[in-house]
């Protein structure tokens, strides 16, 4: 079966190639990053920005991406570089590290005796626990209390009509457990799942006043409530696990209705509106995808609460979860177990609640048209699809030890029901004496002592982990799937990036993406033996204001290991490069690097703005400033597909790409004195005359001095260009200048207008 991001993936022209250049940058892996956090860098803002094309106009006649890939290796030298942005931690070092691995199991079981109470006092040496057959010994055995029957707990009356509502909801992390330790000692955990994406307005009203209801007046002091959000790009933990009422009721208040709707079910069978469109493909496709998406952040979610030993309670609620066929069953099995091994427990709740639906649909739809309506087919497959919907909860809950609620309009029963569900229970975690992580099922056997007499209930086995060694390609783009909607970004690999942004015309700008990895932690293939190296690239822009995807990029590049190809990695980073047709306007970026010989990840993450020059009055309207110092001839690229009529169309509309060569951004912003630096930018002049020059040159500062200025450089509109566009290029000298840090200004005048603009940025010039 087609994997989910290759069907989803707007796959256009990959002129990949691998190059061998000289680049005066330094290895990305030696570089101390001063600026933001891991995973969230603010650009440049006169460096960087985008703006982006809806998703299903990427697949258009019209495209939305230039989808170009250029893959290249780099020499550098050895100084630390200020850079646009880097997903490692500013103090990260390299030190040696020592691993011992074990897999600490951990069981929750409920024993009652024969009236239904629960038994207490007993230790580790009442339980007799194995693993296939083979005793382990149980390192601890802590006993739950919680109380079913305690008393809401009331808000107070100050605070009660006093809730916060939030500009911007804050997201956070599930805190994780020491192994071996239970943090939330006698709590209950409940976590509130809110799936936006597929729940219609209505129901997320509903289901949110339930949310609502269930905090205000019947939760209790035993009970710890977190929420999470799906809106179909990734999970959100607004919240973690919290007794705050006030703070609880705030956030669910901050919810919007209507939001992340991009995933509602479409209807294609016989009960279907005629539309009287002409005959194309169906909706059952798009359908698997979202299905899909759906289960996937289902099991990311269960992955994050794994994390915590206690038994977690997940309250799902959603507008139904229909299979399609077999398509989605390896997407639910894998999602159940994952569920089974982090114990969690699923309480779906259809939102939708009491229904009594119209033989042939209600007035949100039109009329099938067809024959369908006579013979009643249509009525059936209506029928079918919402007994569908609500058999894919039931087996979500019944798989996991949850129950599911249907046709209900009192949604707070189904919090009441998982709340109840979970009384006493013990802890029970050992280490196994199995270390194999081949993914296999492993079942589990705990007996007591026959005098008791007591009932257990407990979960009868799990899935072991795998190494990356032994994923399927299943694995291997679950994996993918699960690292792009995880919030805290992974740096296994380090990835440094810079956007750019080019105006094409009234409405689009080109949004060009540099991306570079370190040469030296691909190179760890070649020691295991590997003659090859695959690197998966995937990532997804979502917009800001809608809160949805998009456009996205799927891609793999394949780099032979020869000896002198691995000698040159371990001492050369990567570039990536890929390019968008964007619109202006705010979004967000998650990009994944994952070398598919060792497994290990990289993401990239951050906010960037497109500007709409056209508003621009004040100043002149430039692009972003290119530095660089290299020109690489596009015919030298050793490409590993064969380029086609478009994909060179798609080069040719690159402002990067002139006279047949390439300019190279520099990331790092690291020059050798020995080479020419490259600036590049464009200036726009619209409804300007081709007589109306702009005048534009570069600076060089050091320490508030100028020690350096280009010649002034006065170029007119080109010819036929309706936004005015100027290009303007500099090379500049460097090599009697000393080595050290300086402030690169460009200054762009337009004197027929009397406006100017300026852009600095810090450089540093090396030996």
Not at 688 to 709: D, Q, S
């Amino acid at each position: 079966m087609m994997s989910l991001f290759d069907k989803l993936s707007c796959r256009t022209g990959a002129l990949r190639g691998l190059r061998s250049l000289r680049d005066s940058q330094s290895c990305l892996d030696t570089m101390k990053l001063a600026g933001p956090p891991v995973g969230r860098h603010e650009l440049l803002s006169a460096t960087n920005g985008s703006t982006t094309r809806s998703f299903h106009e990427s697949r258009s006649d019209r495209p939305a991406r230039s989808g170009y890939f250029l893959l290249f290796l780099f020499a550098i030298t050895s100084a630390s570089a200020q850079q646009i942005g880097q997903n490692k931690a500013p103090d990260g070092t390299d030190t040696f590290t020592l691993s011992v691995k074990s897999q600490l199991v951990i069981e929750t079981v409920v024993v009652k005796d024969k009236q239904g109470k629960s038994i207490e006092g007993l230790t580790a040496k009442d339980f007799t626990l194995t693993e296939d057959g083979v005793p382990q010994t149980i390192k601890i055995c802590d006993h739950e209390t919680l109380p079913t029957g305690a008393n809401a707990v009331p808000l107070k009356p100050s605070t009660d009509e006093d809730i916060k509502i939030y500009k911007r909801l804050a997201r956070t992390q599930v805190a994780p457990e020491t192994p071996g330790t239970t943090r939330y000692k006698d709590r209950r955990l409940l976590a509130l799942y809110f799936d936006m994406s597929a729940m219609r307005p209505q129901d997320q009203l509903r289901a949110l006043q339930a949310a609502q209801t269930f905090i205000r007046k019947q939760m209790t002091e035993a009970d710890l409530v977190s929420i999470l959000r799906y809106s179909g790009g990734s999970v959100d933990v607004l919240q973690d696990f919290s007794a705050d009422k006030n703070r609880l009721l705030s956030i669910l208040e901050t919810l919007i209705v209507g939001e992340g709707q991009g995933s509602i079910e479409s209807v294609d069978d016989a009960s279907s509106a005629d539309t009287g469109a002409a005959f194309g493909q169906d909706d059952s496709e798009f359908n698997i995808f979202n299905t899909d998406r759906q289960l996937a952040a289902l099991q990311t979610t269960a992955k994050m609460l794994g994390q915590l030993n206690e038994k977690k309670a997940l309250i799902y609620f959603a507008s139904g979860l229909r299979l399609n066929g077999v398509d989605n069953q390896a997407q639910l099995h894998a999602t159940v177990d994952a569920a089974v091994r982090a114990g969690v427990s699923f309480w779906p709740i259809d939102a939708r609640g009491l229904q009594a639906s119209a033989p042939l649909g209600d007035a949100s739809q039109g009329s099938p048209g067809n024959a369908a309506m006579y013979n009643g087919t249509a009525a059936q497959a209506s029928t079918d699809r919402f007994q569908q919907s609500q058999d894919t909860l039931y087996s979500l809950a019944g798989d996991t030890g949850g129950k599911a609620l249907f046709d209900n309009n009192d949604l707070t029963k189904g919090i009441l029901q998982a709340q109840q569900a979970i009384s006493d229970y013990y802890i029970l975690g050992y280490y196994t004496s199995n270390s194999e992580q081949n993914g296999r099922f492993r079942k589990v056997k705990i007996t007591l002592n026959p005098d008791l007499a007591a009932k257990l209930d407990y979960r009868q086995g799990y899935y072991a982990g795998k190494v990356f060694s032994k994923f399927t390609a299943v694995d291997k783009e679950r994996q993918l799937e699960d690292a792009l909607m995880l919030a805290d970004p992974i740096t296994d690999l380090t990835i440094a990036m810079e956007i750019d942004y080019f105006q094409l015309n009234r409405a689009e700008y080109f949004v060009p993406i540099i991306v570079k990895i370190p040469g030296r932690e691909l190179a760890l293939a070649k020691r295991g033996g590997s003659d090859h190296t695959l690197i998966d690239f995937v990532g997804e822009i979502k917009d800001l204001v809608g809160g949805v995807t998009v456009t996205n990029v799927r891609d793999k590049v394949n780099i032979k290991l020869t000896d002198a190809t691995a000698a040159e990695l371990a001492k050369r980073p990567i570039e990536y490069d890929t390019g968008f047709t964007l619109l202006p306007g705010r979004y967000q970026i998650k990009f994944l690097a994952r070398d598919d010989e060792t497994g290990r990840i990289g993401t990239y993450q951050t906010i960037f703005v497109i500007p709409n020059l056209n508003k621009e009055v004040q100043r002149v309207p430039i692009s972003s400033v290119i530095l660089s110092s290299q020109k690489v001839d596009m015919k030298d690229a050793l490409y590993d597909v064969m380029k086609s009529k478009d994909q060179a169309k798609e080069a040719a509309a690159d402002p990067l790409v002139v006279n047949g060569s390439k300019l190279i951004p520099s990331v790092t912003r690291v020059f050798g004195t020995d080479r020419k630096m490259y600036v590049f930018l464009q200036g726009y002049e619209p409804g300007a005359a081709a007589t109306e020059p702009l005048v534009a040159f570069v600076t060089l500062y050091r320490e508030g001095a100028k020690v350096f200025e280009t010649k002034p450089l006065a170029l007119t509109p080109l010819t036929g260009s309706r936004l005015g566009t100027v290009p303007l290029s500099f090379d500049v000298e460097p090599k009697n200048l000393a080595p050290g840090e300086y402030q690169c200004q460009v200054t762009v005048l337009d004197p027929t207008r009397q406006k100017a603009a300026f852009w600095t940025a810090p450089i540093l010039l090396e030996p």
